[in-house]
C-alpha cells in the first residue's frame, strides 16, 4: 500500500483462470472470481444509468428555468404596460381638463367653453378681459359670446367628434392579459379574441395604433434553438463571463473582430460590399471594406480575415485582446483548421474565441446592425461613402459604451448558466416593437 493505491500482493498476479501465481508458478491466493466480475459490471452500469438520470435532471432543470424566465419577461413587462395604460390615462384625462378652459389657437369654441365664459361673467362678476386671458381667446370673442347668450342664440358646440374608440378599458385590460400569457400573440389574433370575449370588431390596425400609444414594452419570444441552451455550451459561456468580469485590469483593451452574415447590399443587385471590423469600448479601432469594386463573387474568407488580422497588429492598443466569434467561415469546410489559421495570422496578439452559439456576447453585431440601418443607398459609390460616414458619426464613444453596456445585461445570465430566451438583439432604431400586421 505505499505506492500504489490498490494492490492484492506484491508477489502474486492473477492468472487466466481467476487464481493467484507465486515466484515459481504455483497458486497460493484466490483471484478475482466470475461472481466479482458480475459485481463490478453491474455497479458501472448502475454508474452509467445515474449519470443519464443526471444528465436528463440537467436538461429538464434548464427547460424549466427557461420557462419561468419566458414567464417572468412577459409578467415584467405586461406591468409596465399597465402602468403606461394607466399614466396615458391620466395624461389624457389633463389634457380633457385642459382643453376644456384653455382654447387652442385657431380652434373653434365649443358650447361647453361658450357656457363657461358666461357663468364666469354674469355669475362670478368678472371681466371680460380676465375672462378672455384665462380661456386664451381674444376680448372680441368673449364679447361675441356674451351678446349671443343676451340674444338667446342657440349655444351649438363647433367641435365635431368622431366615434369613440372600441378599445376600452376593460378590452385593452383584456389584451394585456393575453400578451403576458402569450407574448408571441399576434395582432389578428388580439382581434379575434376581442370579438370572442367582447363581440367587438376591431381591426388589427386600430389595436396596433392603440398599443403603440400605451408604449407596448414586451419582448417578442424568439424561438431559440434547443441547441444553445445545452449543458455543455451553458458552462462555456459561464467560463467565458467569469474570466471577463475577473480579469478587470484596465490596462487591458477587449477588440471585437466580426465580420457581419449579411453584406452591405446596393439596389443595384450587384455583388455586395463586406466589412470586417475590429470595436473597442471607445469605438471603431480598424475596418476595410471589402470588395469595393463589385467584382468578387465570394463572401468573407479565412484569407480575408487573416490579411485583416496581419493589418490590425499595427493599430491595436498596449495590451488588447482579441476575440473573434466562433463561427463558420464563408467557403471554409474546416472551421478548426481556419481557427489555426487565424491563430497563427495574429500569433503576435492576444486571442481568444467566443463560446459557440452566442452573438448576444458579441458587441460589433449591434454595432453592424446600426450601421446598415443608415447605409440604405443605391448606387456603390454612395453606398462606399454611406459606410464610412456611418462609421464615423454612428460608432462615437457614447454610442459603444451603450452597445457594450447592453450586452453586459447577459453576463448574469450566463453565469447563472440560465437558459438563453427572448430577444437577443435590439433594434437600433427601436428597441421594443408592435407586432407587425399579420
Known sequence: M???????????????????????????????????????????????????????????????????????????????????????????????????????????????????????????????????????????????????????????????????????????????????????????KMSEHIREEFDISVTPAAIQKTLKTVDITWKTVTQIPRKWNEAAFLQQRHDYVLNRVTNVDSSISWLFVDWPCSHFENKCKRQPINLIGAMAEDGMIYYELLNEDGKKKTGTTTNDICNFLLRLQDHCPPGSIIIIETAPIHGGDDFEQDQLLIEESAKNLDTEFLPKYSPFLNPIELAFNILKTHTKICSRSDLVQAIQQAITEKMTPEICQKIFLHFHKFYQTCTHMQPITANIMKNPENFFQVPLLS
Open 2 to 188: 505505499d505506492n500504489l493505491a490498490w494492490q492484492v500482493d506484491s508477489t502474486s498476479l492473477p492468472d487466466v483462470e481467476g487464481g493467484c501465481l507465486n515466484d515459481d508458478g504455483g497458486a497460493n491466493c484466490p483471484g478475482i472470481s466470475l461472481s466479482d466480475q458480475h459485481q463490478v459490471n453491474e455497479e458501472a452500469d448502475q454508474i452509467d444509468e445515474e449519470a443519464n438520470e443526471l444528465q436528463k435532471q440537467v436538461n429538464e432543470h434548464s427547460q424549466a428555468i427557461q420557462e419561468i424566465h419566458k414567464k417572468l419577461l412577459s409578467q415584467k413587462s405586461a406591468s409596465k404596460a399597465f402602468k403606461n395604460l394607466s399614466k396615458n390615462q391620466s395624461k389624457n384625462q389633463s389634457a380633457k381638463d385642459q382643453s376644456s378652459i384653455a382654447q387652442q389657437p385657431h380652434q373653434p369654441i365649443s358650447g361647453e367653453v361658450k357656457r363657461l365664459i358666461e357663468k364666469e361673467v354674469f355669475e362670478n362678476s368678472k371681466k371680460q378681459v380676465e375672462v378672455a386671458k384665462t380661456f386664451g381667446i381674444s376680448d372680441r370673442q368673449v364679447r361675441r359670446i356674451l351678446d349671443d347668450a343676451r340674444t338667446q342664440r342657440p349655444l351649438a358646440s363647433t367641435n365635431r367628434r368622431g366615434p369613440k374608440s372600441k378599445l376600452t378599458t376593460d378590452v385593452l385590460t383584456s389584451v394585456l392579459l393575453l400578451l403576458e400569457d402569450n407574448p408571441t400573440t399576434t395582432l389578428k
